[in-house]
């Protein structure tokens, strides 16, 4: 009897291993343009980036102005994270920062800004 409550026990163990193994969250990975330039506005980006709910990484490339993030999608998506990137005054491709806050960047970050027509 002390055998089939082990084995069971065992059984119950595995069985709920494997399902939280199983709901592990399915990140996605994109690459994104955002205005900036220097060591000091890849600081600024990539907190910014991480700060949103359910990013788990973010790294601005300072060459190529491209940010790579990896999300979970489930739980925020690429609008929300360009939003909050804006708001700390870095264009994205697809929000402009306000010229608020564009304003308030280290004068050493200020980027060139499209103009409209």
């Avoid at 084995?7 to 969250?25: D, T, W």
């Avoid at 925020?76 to 960047?105: C, H, M, P, W």
């Amino acid at each position: 009897m002390i055998l089939i409550k082990k084995i069971i026990l065992f059984i119950s163990v595995v069985l709920i291993s494997v399902s939280v193994y199983a709901q592990k969250p399915k990140y996605e990975k994109v690459n994104f343009k955002v205005w900036g330039k220097c060591e000091m506005c890849k600081t600024t980006i990539e907190k910014a980036a991480k700060s949103v709910e359910g990013v788990k990484t973010a790294r601005w490339n300072i060459v190529n102005g491209k940010l790579k993030v990896k999300f979970n999608p489930e739980k925020t998506n690429l609008e929300r994270i360009q939003q909050l990137i804006a708001s700390v005054g870095y264009d994205t491709e697809l929000f402009k920062a306000t010229d608020e806050s564009y304003n308030k960047l280290h004068y050493c970050c200020k980027y060139e800004r499209a103009t409209e027509e």
